[in-house]
């Protein structure tokens, strides 16, 4: 029988007057590791306040800001039940090839964005 999935957010503070969330997600079941297509990776998000010049052009938000792997969820795709009624960019660590990720390299990847974020507002001042 195949367990649940469990994803839990591990950190969830401010930094910059933005809102970081990190979530570990779990990928387990009754299946042998060398079939899991995924093992346990992060998600990390970055709140876009009003006032950012992504905030109004999500697209070119995902198509601009890097982090490994590129910004893989935007508001556009729907609504996140685990993430709080604003706007967020996010992005995933479960990609084929990748370096191995903690939490915090992933918040060093969110601090990034957000340095991409403000950078991108003072050029638009």
């Known amino acids: 029988m195949q367990e649940p999935s469990i994803n839990k957010t591990v950190f ?9 969330i990190i979530r570990k997600m779990h990928q387990f079941a009754g ?17 876009l306040l009003p006032s950012d010049y992504y905030y109004n052009h999500l697209a070119e938000a995902e198509s ?6 590129g910004i893989t969820w935007t508001p556009e795709y729907g609504k996140l039940d685990d993430l709080p009624d604003s706007c967020f960019i996010g992005f995933d660590t479960a990609h084929a090839n990748q370096p191995p ?6 918040m060093d990847d969110c601090m990034e964005l957000i340095k991409q974020i403000i950078k991108r507002n003072e050029e638009e001042n």
């Open 12 to 20: 969830e503070g401010e930094c910059k007057g933005r809102r970081v």
């Open 31 to 47: 299946i042998p590791a060398p079939f899991l297509p995924l093992q346990d990776y992060y998600c990390g998000y970055v709140e």
């Open 64 to 69: 601009c800001l890097s982090v490994w792997g």
């Open 101 to 106: 990720f903690s939490q915090q390299t992933v």
